[in-house]
């Protein structure tokens, strides 16, 4: 994997359903902790959100963005 590239993923644990969001580029991860009851369909949507408020947030524009999930 390249820079610019963020790698999301949920998924399923003895303690719960995760998420996390990880930048290439920078080396930094955001995991985020949904509990016993979340799915996860929900963690990985929760992810491509956050991903997508991250890079509007940052104010990227005039870029291709492509988001690829598996559910």
Known sequence: M???LVH???SNT????D???YRWESRNGHRFSFG???TVFQAEIYAI???????VEK???SRNIS???DS
């Open 2 to 4: 390249g820079p610019g």
């Open 36 to 38: 016993l009851h979340a």
């Open 19 to 21: 998420a996390e969001l």
């Open 8 to 10: 999301i993923y949920g």
């Open 59 to 61: 104010g990227y524009t």
């Open 14 to 17: 003895d303690s719960g359903t």
């Open 67 to 69: 988001i690829v999930s």
């Open 49 to 55: 959100k956050a991903c997508i408020m991250e890079n």
